[in-house]
Structures are given as structure tokens and as C-alpha cells.
């Protein structure tokens, strides 16, 4: 036993070493837990682009959008730890859904945080032609018909959902709920009436905004995005703070092999630092957030905390 003990004493540093300089062997297939269109899968794509290139192999990227992101984490969580299936967390996967529902996984323990990637902040948003010309007109027209107006998020429980629970609470207004599976169609619902209002993020706004199909009415965050600089905050119009951030970082599931969450983390980290990348994802509206796994970790336990405060102060319903 003592010589067992001796020789794997010994091996270990030499199959973490072996692990490291072999990893990866081949593809990777990264689950971005929304459809395909929305701003989380343009910046899993951006991401993946640059792993393929940087580590050897391809990132084959695999929407699996549904239930605000459960889906797609919940295939990850039950994946084998081997470096070989990743996720594309986000807000709404990590932060928001595990305040409003009782998830299939635990958010913290069913997953290894990797890397942050970066954030965009949320824009309040309605029809270019027939909308709201701005804030106030918006808050007028709601006022005046309540319950008549709808707003359309990524699902229950997804950021999108619960920021305009917030302004809600903020604003005192009463704005029917129309849940959809993902962002992008809502885009679309709000261009062809079906709905009125949104906030997603800015990362999947912003060309739509730019194309004069949206109109951008305030954004959130503690000062206005070089993107839309004509946009005021909701701070700017009385409401406090709003610093809801569509944060997007790469996953594993638990006990990833720390040799492979070291390499993900190296190479991501060197991604964020790279001007061509920061240049495309500022173009998305996302700013890169470079940090250790430590503080990855730490800021997402964080932001569940602050929407566990929105769902309580909202009287919004635990699901089962």
C-alpha cells in the first residue's frame, strides 16, 4: 500500500503535466444554452473562433436554448468532467434563473467556473415606427392603459425578465409578461408588433437599434454606453441604480481536471487581451472583463444574490 501510495505520489504531477501539454485532442463542443441569433451566441461564436485557433481544435458551438438557459447547463452539468463539452454561462443561467426557479442543478456546485468573458448592459427597447419617441412618452402611454402593453423576454426567470421586473417595481407600472424561448424572437415580435417592449442586452440590440428597426429609450448601468451615447441611463432618469450586466462566461461541469480549467482560463484571458477580439465584442456592446476563477466565482454568487432581492421585492412566485 505505502509503495502504491509512493508511486502514484509520484505519477500525479507527470499525468497533470501529460494533460496539460495534450489537451486538447479533439474537438470541443460548447453549449450556448440559447437560438442561435441572440447576443450570448454572438459572443460564444466570437469565443469559439478564437479557442479554435488558439488551442488547435475546433469549438463545435451547440444551441441548446429552451427554459431561459436550463436546458443547455443542465446537459452540461450531467457531462462528463473531461474537458470535451463546455457551456456559455450567463446571467440568466447562473444569476437570474436559480432566484425564480428550482433548477435540475446546482448553480455553484454542478459546474467549474472557467472564465469570465465580459458584459453588456440592458436597453429598455420598442418599434422604431409607431414606438414611443422616449422615456417619458413610454412611461405616459403605459400609465394610461394598464395592463393593455406587453413586454417579451427570454423566458421566466432570464435577466431579461427580471430587469424589467425591476423597472417595474421602480416605475409602478403594469406591463403584461409574454415569456419566449430566447431573445431573438422577441427582436423580431417587437419589429412585427406582437409585442411592445423588451430589455435584452445590448450585445443583441444593438444592430437593430443601428439599423432604425428599434428604438433604444434608456439603457442600465452607471453611465451611458459609447455605443449608444444619445441613450440616457435610468439612473439619469430618476431611478436609482440599475447596473444589470449581461455577464457570458465559459463553464464546465464539476470537477473539471484543474490542468484543462487552467488552459481554458490562459487562453481565454489571452483572448480578452487581444485588440481584434475586444474590437468585435465592443461592437456587440460587450466590454471584456478579464478576472481570475476566483473572482469569476465570487462575482457570479454575487449577482445571484442581488436577483434573489428583485424576485422577493417583486413578489414573484418560486416556480417548482
Known sequence: MIVSAIVGAAVAPFSRL???????????????????????????????????????????????????????????????????????????????????????????????????????????????????????????ECRAKP??????????GTITHLVFEHLKLATHLDIVHVPYKGIAPVMTDIMGGQVQYAMPGLAGAVQYIKAGRLRALAITGPRRHSLLPNVPTLGELGLGEFDAVQWVGLMGPAKLPQAVTVRLHEATQRMLLTPDIKERLAKEGVDAMPMSTAAFAEYVEKDQAVWRRVVKDSGIKMEA
Do not use: W
Open 147 to 156: 395592463a393593455k402593453y406587453s413586454f417579451g423576454s427570454g423566458g421566466p
Open 18 to 140: 501529460s494533460l496539460a501539454d495534450t489537451y486538447p485532442a479533439q474537438p470541443i463542443r460548447l453549449i450556448v444554452p440559447t437560438p442561435a441569433g441572440g447576443g450570448t451566441d454572438i459572443i460564444g461564436r466570437i469565443a469559439g473562433d478564437y479557442l479554435t485557433r488558439a488551442l488547435g481544435k475546433t469549438f463545435v458551438i451547440d444551441n441548446q436554448g429552451g427554459a431561459g438557459g436550463q436546458i443547455g447547463s443542465q446537459a452540461v452539468a450531467r457531462s462528463e468532467p473531461d474537458g470535451y463539452t463546455l457551456l456559455l454561462g450567463f446571467v440568466s443561467t447562473h444569476g437570474t434563473l436559480p432566484a425564480i426557479r428550482k433548477l435540475p442543478y446546482d448553480p455553484t456546485r454542478s459546474f467549474t467556473p472557467i472564465a469570465m468573458i465580459g458584459g453588456a448592459p440592458n436597453v429598455l427597447v420598442c418599434r422604431a415606427q409607431g414606438g414611443p419617441a422616449d422615456f417619458a412618452a413610454f412611461l405616459a
